[in-house]
């Protein structure tokens, strides 16, 4: 069965400015986010991509662009399933704001339960992605081959849901995974058991260098926005 690979979103303006942006219409890349986005073709170069397929969101049809400049072989296929979790009321608020609602504490420690007010469960989030996945491996396997490899562009909390299902880890747990903005998460399907071969990757270390502020022991709704 095909490989996954799997890229966050470059930064955001959300990112940097504190918000859930969830799908609020026109949260673009940041100066930041689009230099990564540039950078993406090269990091990727030495892949045989076979579809690429994208969120419907503006940001991640930014950061799939320039891959897709460079290889106009590539028609990019847009599926709502890997789209940002539907945060509702919560939409387009501070994340610090949002820390101090009751339902922060479910989203953190009990995520199977929480359901956004106004939106969707965590649990439908992880169910339409994982959906969307088994449809495109096997849809990428009938027109390309066992070994094709196929790239998706989605969000934090999708990808996060998606590397906890490969792994056979509960909903739960999900929390415990971080992947930074434009990060590269590859996943290795086979007929009996997929396998995690890359989580995160950035190449770049310098988010791991202790900050000034020690991080928060919570994980961050939506995605931290990676290195300063």
């Known amino acids: 069965m095909p490989t996954l690979i799997l890229v966050r979103h470059g930064r955001s303006t959300a990112n940097t400015s504190g918000v859930l942006a969830g799908w609020t219409p026109g949260v673009a890349l940041d100066e930041r986010g689009a230099a990564q986005a540039a950078a993406l073709p090269g ?45 509702g009321d919560w939409s387009g ?16 420690a009990y995520p199977s339960a929480a359901v956004f007010p106004g939106g969707e469960s965590m649990r439908a989030m992880q169910d339409r992605a994982v959906a969307a996945v088994r449809e495109w491996n096997a849809r990428v396997e009938r027109d390309h081959g066992a070994d094709a490899v196929y790239v998706m562009c989605s969000h934090g909390d999708i990808i996060k849901s998606l590397v906890a299902d490969a792994l056979g880890l ?59």
């Not at 608020?93 to 953190?108: F, S």
């Open 43 to 87: 990091r990727l170069a030495g892949l045989p991509i076979s579809e690429v397929v994208t969120s419907p969101l503006q940001r991640c049809q930014e950061t799939i662009q320039p891959l897709l400049d460079a290889r106009p072989e590539l028609s990019p296929h847009t599926d709502e399933r890997i789209g940002e979790a539907h945060y």
């Open 93 to 108: 608020r501070k994340l610090a704001e949002l820390n101090d609602e009751p339902l922060m504490q479910v989203v953190q």
């Open 170 to 228: 509960h909903l739960d747990l999900f929390q415990r995974v971080s992947v930074e903005p434009c990060s590269i998460t590859a996943i290795r399907f086979t007929r009996l058991r997929p396998f995690l071969v890359r989580l995160g990757d950035t190449g770049d270390f310098a988010s791991l260098a202790p900050r000034e502020e020690p991080p928060s022991p919570d994980a961050p709704v939506g995605g931290d926005a990676g290195a300063p």
